[in-house]
């Protein structure tokens, strides 16, 4: 196996992307599991009203989060491209172009949180709102999150499975760790396009 001769600008990237990666993980698994989901009552926008109201501070981080995250895809993506373009320069532009995309979705996530926080808010203009429509309209924004993310995910799987089959044919890893990471990815982007046919699984949200 012939390993490919790799520069200073690499190792600083793959030591960039080995940080970033893994700061991405702790962000969204913090910021979704620890900060958001515990304030979703599902099946009622009036108790998951209530919940935003009494901590609004606590969405509000959980914005930040996803602020944070998606940043931290942009530096990972930038890293992935410093370190695979050697490989393909062109093939490792569109994988990060496809994460660029992921990135860029989750950055709707956080409008549609601030939204959420503004129909729930004490403006003046919302007055013309009853109280149970302005719930309602909160929900939708929040329930659009699930749409962005599985609009955002066949970007995130594709741009794996490109990074995937350059790390192949780089020789920097394992080739048994690439085989799994084409496969793995692949079958991602297949989910990913299954979804939006399960309407059911949309409407649980």
Same mark, same amino acid.
């Given at each position: 196996?012939?390993?490919?001769?790799?520069?200073?600008?690499?190792? &600083?990237?793959? %030591?960039?992307?080995? +940080?970033?990666?893994? $700061?991405?993980?702790? +962000?969204?698994?913090?910021? #979704?599991?620890?900060?958001?989901?515990?304030?979703?009552?599902?099946?009622?926008?009036?108790?998951?009203?209530?919940?935003?109201?009494?901590?609004? &501070?606590?969405?509000?981080?959980?914005? &930040? @989060?996803?602020?944070?995250?998606?940043?931290?895809?942009?530096? $990972?993506?930038?890293?992935?491209?410093? +370190?695979?373009?050697?490989?393909?320069?062109? /093939?490792?532009?569109?994988?990060?172009?496809? =994460?660029?995309?992921?990135?860029?979705?989750?950055? /709707?996530?956080t409008l549609n949180l601030l939204s959420a926080l503004r129909l729930l808010g004490s403006a003046s203009y919302l007055q013309v709102?009853?109280?149970?429509? !302005?719930?309602? !309209?909160?929900?939708?924004? /929040?329930?659009? #999150?699930?749409?962005?993310?599985?609009?955002?995910l066949p970007f995130f799987g594709l741009a794996a499975t490109v990074c995937a089959?350059?790390?192949?044919?780089? #020789?920097?890893?394992? %080739?048994? !760790?690439?085989?799994?990471? *084409? +496969?793995?990815?692949?079958? @991602?982007? *297949? @989910?990913?396009? *299954?979804?939006?046919?399960?309407?059911? /699984?949309?409407?649980? =949200?």
């Open positions: 196996m012939t390993v490919r001769n790799i520069d200073n600008s690499q190792r &600083t990237a793959a %030591k960039v992307a080995g +940080i970033s990666g893994l $700061l991405t993980v702790a +962000i969204v698994v913090f910021a #979704n599991y620890a900060l958001y989901n515990p304030l979703i009552v599902t099946g009622n926008a009036a108790e998951t009203a209530r919940n935003i109201v009494a901590h609004e &501070t606590q969405l509000r981080i959980t914005a &930040t @989060c996803f602020l944070t995250y998606s940043a931290s895809v942009v530096v $990972l993506l930038t890293a992935l491209y410093v +370190i695979l373009k050697p490989v393909n320069r062109s /093939l490792a532009l569109v994988g990060a172009l496809f =994460r660029l995309v992921f990135a860029l979705l989750w950055l /709707l996530t709102f009853e109280a149970d429509r !302005l719930q309602a !309209l909160a929900r939708l924004h /929040l329930g659009a #999150n699930f749409d962005a993310y599985y609009v955002g089959y350059l790390w192949l044919k780089s #020789n920097y890893i394992p %080739k048994g !760790l690439a085989v799994f990471g *084409v +496969i793995s990815s692949a079958w @991602c982007v *297949v @989910c990913a396009f *299954v979804f939006p046919h399960f309407p059911s /699984l949309q409407q649980a =949200r």
